[in-house]
């Protein structure tokens, strides 16, 4: 039985399952091959158990994060399509649709941003 997305450890969960997917996807991938995931995780948990739990602890511009990159609309259809994947494989419930949401937005706002 699934649970909803109630702590950072399910966040962890969730941010890992969904960058070892990335890593495997053809479209992807290229983004973050030269990425240090040692230290990069750290502050994707941080960031998505502050979307998510209203924790404290990110404070970094994701937008800015991403302005330098050539990122197209597949590409971010294929990042949101692989993080609902791992959401719903992974998790059930206000939270995990939350999640969806939230990653949806932060997609849009990057793009537009980008134009």
């Known amino acids: 039985m699934m649970n ?37 995780m750290p502050k994707m948990i941080n960031f998505w158990s502050f979307v998510l739990l209203d924790e404290a602890g990110y404070t970094t511009d994701v937008t800015k994060k991403h302005m330098h990159m050539r990122l197209k609309q597949e590409h971010f259809d294929q990042w949101i399509f692989l993080f609902n994947e ?30």
Not at 19 to 29: A, G
């Open 86 to 115: 791992t959401v719903d494989a992974l998790f059930i419930g206000g939270k995990a649709e939350l999640a969806k949401e939230r990653a949806f937005l932060v997609g849009w706002t990057i793009k537009s941003k980008m134009k």
């Open 4 to 40: 909803d997305i109630q702590t950072k450890k399910d966040v962890e969960t969730l941010v890992n399952e969904f960058y070892t997917k990335v890593l495997k996807d053809d479209i992807l991938s290229p983004f973050f091959k030269n990425l240090n995931f040692e230290h990069h």
